[in-house]
């Protein structure tokens, strides 16, 4: 296992309870005589920390490990900066749910203590990277490690598109949007929208529909190897947007097309050696324990 000496902070801003995570944090991995390193917009918040401080997009050059304190939400945002840096990550819970964050701040120094001995599992989570065009010019991209959406943003108003998948159209369709998710994503916005879900060791896209104008539309699984192609009607009057993770997005036109595929660089997710898929989905998604016992 690596040895991590560089270790970087990454914390949701706006959260008292985040900031007091990240002092103890940076307390223990002090007294372990570890390097630390801030990114420079929760550095802000902390006066007088006396320690290097860096923005995310560099601190998967400078870090071998990089610990992310916040929900899931915030782990989305640090993956699209740190799968590029082949960096691993690992995350504090300090959202809701809490599906990639698996530490819990009552045992972070317990845990810790444990990934810093080398014990530890590491997952391979790969990424969707899509670029928008216009009349075959890009005009805009992005990448989730979640989903992408095609929605109508602010409008009521159904979307029509057509879906194409490794150049074999696939068909039309009158909707309220598109979801296109990663096995990761596949317990986010897709689980609301009625895909299945996905182990993450799975290499596989699902593709479901957002309230479909019709009855027999359903979720197709591909090969994560698949070549997707969305192509907005012109016929439209709304302008839909397309989001990344819920969290970055990019304005479309009548005619455009989305390109999404599978991003070569992946993000190295680090869990504690007791982590288990189906227990976190025991625990988050209010699955039955063994019959007969309270315990999950």
């Known amino acids: 296992m690596e040895q991590f000496r560089n270790i970087g902070i990454i914390g949701r801003m706006g959260s008292a309870r985040v900031l007091e995570t990240i002092r103890r944090l940076k307390r223990y991995l002090i007294g372990r005589h570890l390097h630390v390193i801030l990114e ?24 071998d490990l990089v610990i992310v304190v916040g929900g899931d939400g915030s782990m989305l945002g640090a993956a699209r900066a740190l799968a590029q840096h082949n960096t ?9 749910l809490g599906f990639l964050t698996d530490i819990l701040p009552e045992h972070l120094e317990s ?15 790969f990424l969707l990277e899509t670029e928008v065009r216009r009349n075959g010019a890009p005009i805009g991209q992005g990448d989730a490690l979640n989903d992408v959406v095609l929605h109508p943003g602010k ?48 290499d596989a896209i699902v593709i479901v529909p957002m ?35 819920g969290q970055n997005h990019v304005t479309c036109a ?17 869990h504690p050696l007791d982590h288990n898929f189906y227990g976190v989905c025991r625990d988050k998604l209010g699955w039955g324990s063994r019959l007969g016992q309270d315990n999950k």
């Open 40 to 63: 420079d917009t929760i550095a802000e918040m902390l006066p007088g920390h006396n320690l290097q401080t860096s923005s995310r997009k560099l601190l998967g050059e400078v870090c």
């Open 88 to 96: 691993p990550v690992l995350g504090i819970n300090r959202g809701s």
């Open 111 to 125: 845990q810790i203590s444990e990934v810093l001995a080398g014990n530890y599992t590491v997952e391979q989570r």
């Open 155 to 202: 409008s009521t108003r159904m979307i029509e598109f057509e879906l194409f998948i490794d150049g074999q159209f696939v068909y039309s369709l009158k909707a309220d949007g598109l979801i296109i998710a990663t096995p990761t994503g596949s317990t986010a916005y897709a689980l609301s929208a009625g895909g299945p879900i996905m182990h993450p060791r799975l």
């Open 211 to 245: 309230y479909p104008h019709t009855l027999s539309s359903r979720p197709i699984v591909v090969d994560a190897d698949s070549e997707l192609k969305v192509i907005i009607s012109e016929d439209m009057s709304i302008y839909p947007l397309v989001s990344f993770d």
């Open 254 to 270: 009548p005619g455009d097309t989305l390109h999404i595929q599978r991003k070569p660089q992946k993000l190295r997710l680090i």
